[in-house]
């Protein structure tokens, strides 16, 4: 069996580098080494200004978990949201395909969803998504929606289990942060693991990937009064409630080819051959200076907003 020596950078502090949903596929067909001198490396958005893919010079894999463009001046293959054509470098893989989500499939019981008496809630700690926030204080309007989460909290405090916590309302406001075609988090398929209805606004192309007949899909800001009424319809009226809770959460109750695990691994399959005839991108000189010299006009820019007082979060 061959050997594949990995690394992983910027994920969350619980992630797991040597078991994970990425180690798991490619442990299928290779030997799986988790090494400070790997063949790929896999990172996502830099926060915090740290770059710390800079140091690795074998060949890098972008995972677009965030709502960011690919740079490929930086990266050799990419797996994110985004719609490209042609480039068997980029595989559509946004997160929520490594939530397991041949679950969804699985055949929906209405008692699940008859037992819940609680309303809505969301459970979100960004204060700056001025749509999600609208939202929230217009749905209110109607009946409270409890707020679990750090921001506008309205509960005692944060809940300790989000599955658990909004697992007991009919709805879910399910928002992203921000909009862009194709985009969607696992936002969306919380609640519906949980047979909850989501709320949810975001990846304006996302009836691609899901049977909007299923939740509530909100396409722009201007939509947030029809989408009100149809909420109030639905907690008023059980049966309307019970129907759009039948309807199947992926179109034909299929999960597309392109999110199952074998897809992956075939993605990987290939990774690992074009690697052999492609030279990184970490070793070519021309995109690694354009890349540094872009990095230190950003620095430099922020260094003068910061100056002025102004905060724009350039990295």
Request: net charge positive.
């Amino acid at each position: 069996m061959q050997t594949v020596k990995i690394n992983f950078g910027y994920f969350w502090p619980d992630f797991n580098n040597e078991d994970n949903y990425f180690t798991r596929v490619l442990s299928l067909k290779y030997n799986v080494e988790i090494s400070d001198n790997p063949d790929f490396y896999f990172f996502t958005h830099p926060y915090n200004g740290k770059r710390d893919y800079l140091k690795y010079k074998c060949h890098r894999v972008f995972l677009g978990w965030e709502n960011v463009r690919a740079n490929w001046d930086i990266c050799d293959y990419v797996l994110d949201s985004d719609f490209y054509e042609n480039n068997p470098r980029h595989k559509r893989w946004p997160i929520w395909a490594s939530w397991n989500p041949i679950r969804l499939t699985a055949p929906k019981e209405l008692k699940h969803f008859t037992g819940k008496k609680k309303f809505c809630c969301m459970v979100v700690s960004n204060g700056k998504a001025k749509e999600r926030i609208e939202f929230f204080h217009q749905l209110s309007k109607y009946k409270q929606v409890d707020s679990g989460g750090r921001f506008l909290n309205n509960i005692g405090g944060p809940v300790a289990d989000k599955m658990k916590f909004i697992s007991d309302y009919k709805f879910v406001i399910s928002f992203e942060n921000s909009a862009s075609p194709g985009y969607t988090t696992e936002k969306l398929i919380e609640p519906m693991l949980v047979n909850s209805i989501p709320i949810y606004w975001g990846n304006t192309a996302v009836r691609k990937d899901f049977n909007t007949d299923s939740f509530i899909n909100i396409e722009n800001s201007q939509s947030f009064d029809a989408a009100i009424e149809k909420i109030i319809e639905l907690d008023s009226n059980e049966e309307k409630y019970l129907a759009m809770a039948a309807q199947p959460w992926l179109n034909n109750n299929q999960l597309p080819r392109e999110f199952t695990q074998e897809s992956l691994a075939a993605f990987f399959d290939f990774v690992v051959a074009d690697s052999k005839t492609k030279k990184p991108v970490a070793l070519n000189s021309y995109k690694n200076f354009k890349h540094k010299t872009s990095i230190f006009l950003y620095r430099l820019r922020d260094s003068f907003y910061h100056r002025l007082g102004i905060n724009k979060g350039f990295r």
